[in-house]
């Protein structure tokens, strides 16, 4: 049926439509996920980048103040130095940090690292002053080859965040013109099914619509023809059938009226003639008096009159009725005997 038809439409429309939205939801909902963990990622290297190289600055200068003689307890050195090696061992676990260029320096630090820390342990032990100064030196060289690694790290980690950046980006681009033609291409197909359902329904409409109109002017022959098994198929051969009985019903009362006119047409020309033989006669008789034979052409007349009506009443093709007087109608025979207007009755299948 046509309601069906029209909901299986329908509902195939809306579930596209949700189809194209909950893939549109769900990819700018990955997209903004890998944004984010990629930017908290980064922001967490960074923080383990800069505090790691805050603990070697701090190392440098305990190392300075040791350097210039001033007084100062080695545990805290050692102390620092141990926090500077898990810090580093941090980095290393850190995932953001996993990648050819991070690797290399993330190596050229842990490299760094033994040299560095024997030789701060080597300084705690030592009791020639010459050696101890010789340890800090080569301890002081240690933290300026961890801190330029420590650099490069950091250069490294904001080069791997701008590019994975960019590469969400260009995702985002692909996934906002893919989204971009998805919902083009929906919209046009919307619109070519929802034409498409309107012209179901108005190109049945409007033949029913002219038909009505048709058969208000009396064209009872019009027809129409639809051939779906819908309603509106079921409301053309609805009003077939009112057509097929009325044009039935005019054509009985046509016949009906033919019979009555034929029964009239053979009542009256018997007593016209015997009034015409009888006017015949008076009007022999009444040659020369100019006022009887004008009332007996009147006669005459009203006569011919009364024949030519009954003879239009047998040619009567359809019933046109005319005001007579005030509440009522009469028949009227000029336009009752013409053809009435060619008719094409509306017929075609819907679409």
């Known amino acids: 049926m046509l309601r069906r038809r029209l909901l299986a439409i329908l509902g195939s429309l809306v579930l596209l439509v949700l189809v194209v939205a909950i893939t549109a939801i769900f990819l700018l909902q990955g997209f903004l996920a890998d944004l984010s963990a990629v930017r908290s990622e980064a922001m967490t290297t960074v923080d383990l980048v800069s505090k790691l190289s805050g603990q070697v600055a701090r190392v440098q200068i305990e190392l300075y103040r040791l350097q210039q003689g001033s007084e100062y307890h080695l545990d805290e050195l050692i102390c620092s130095?141990?926090?500077l090696q898990h810090q580093i061992e941090e980095l290393s676990q850190n995932q953001f940090v996993k990648g050819d260029s991070l690797d290399v320096h993330l190596q050229e630090l842990r490299d760094a690292l033994p040299a560095f820390y024997t030789?701060?342990?080597?300084?705690?032990?030592?009791?020639?002053?010459?050696?101890?100064?010789?340890?800090?030196?080569?301890?002081?060289?240690?933290?300026?080859?961890?801190?330029?690694?420590?650099?490069?790290?950091?250069?490294?980690?904001?080069?791997?965040?701008?590019?994975?950046?960019?590469?969400?980006?260009?995702?985002?681009?692909?996934?906002?013109?893919?989204?971009g033609i998805a919902f083009v291409l929906l919209i046009n197909c919307s619109i070519l099914i929802l034409l498409r359902a309107a012209e179901m329904v108005l190109q049945p409409v409007d033949r029913l619509v002219e038909a009505s109109r048709a058969l208000a002017e009396e064209k009872f022959e019009t027809r129409i023809n639809i051939a779906e098994d819908d309603e509106f198929g079921e409301l053309a051969r609805s009003f077939n059938a009112t057509a097929e009985r009325l044009q039935a019903n005019e054509q009985r009362k046509l016949e009906t009226l033919h019979q009555v006119a034929l029964t009239l047409n053979h009542e009256l020309n018997n007593a016209m003639i015997i009034i015409q033989m009888q006017l015949e006669l008076l009007k022999r008789s009444t040659q020369g008096n100019e006022g009887q034979e004008r009332y007996l052409r009147q006669i005459r007349d009203n006569l011919e009159r009364m024949?030519?009506?009954?003879?239009?009443?047998?040619?009567?093709?359809?019933?046109?009725?005319?005001?007579?007087?005030?509440?009522q109608q009469m028949l009227d025979l000029e336009k009752s005997t013409e053809p009435g207007?060619?008719?094409?009755?509306?017929?075609?299948k819907s679409s």
Request: glycine share 4%; no cysteine; proline share 4%.
């Open 81 to 83: 130095a141990e926090e």
């Open 119 to 179: 030789n701060v342990g080597a300084l705690a032990t030592s009791q020639d002053p010459t050696l101890a100064i010789a340890y800090n030196r080569e301890a002081l060289s240690n933290a300026v080859q961890m801190n330029q690694a420590i650099l490069e790290v950091s250069q490294a980690v904001r080069e791997k965040a701008d590019s994975e950046q960019s590469q969400l980006i260009a995702r985002f681009r692909w996934i906002v013109l893919a989204l």
């Open 307 to 327: 024949a030519k009506t009954v003879e239009a009443l047998k040619r009567v093709r359809r019933i046109v009725l005319t005001d007579y007087v005030a509440g």
């Open 341 to 348: 207007p060619a008719t094409s009755p509306p017929e075609g």
